[in-house]
């Protein structure tokens, strides 16, 4: 079974920048692709970014130029570095393995105000 735990959400000033992490248990890492989503309320869960086993990495429109996601596959870590934060980046934020079957995190809170 696998677990994935995120850390690193908070209260941001718009303009600001937070670091989400997380963390994988339970089945092979390297070999799935990664991806962070975010639901804001009222609203539909969307793709923000993922990363291939093999490091190729895709960003929704809106974040493009101000987030940038990485794996450390050694530590089982995916991370989401969020720069230039906007008040319509607030949101629940979710990591995602794909490994055929998909796994998610229970969600960090990134609340960015104006």
């Known amino acids: 079974q696998v677990q994935l735990v995120e850390s690193g959400g908070g209260l941001v000033q718009a303009g600001g920048s937070l670091r989400l992490s997380c963390a994988a248990s339970g089945r092979p890492f390297s070999i799935g692709t990664l991806a962070w989503y975010r639901q804001a309320p009222g609203k539909q869960r969307e793709l923000v970014a993922t990363?291939?086993?093999?490091?190729?990495?895709n960003y929704a429109d809106s974040v493009k130029g101000r987030f940038s996601i990485s794996r450390d596959n050694a530590k089982n870590t995916v991370y989401l570095q969020m720069d230039s934060l906007k008040p319509e980046d607030t949101a629940v934020y979710y990591c995602n393995l794909d490994l055929g079957l998909s796994y998610w995190g229970q969600g960090a809170q990134v609340t960015v105000s104006a």
């Open positions: 990363i291939t086993s093999g490091g190729r990495k």
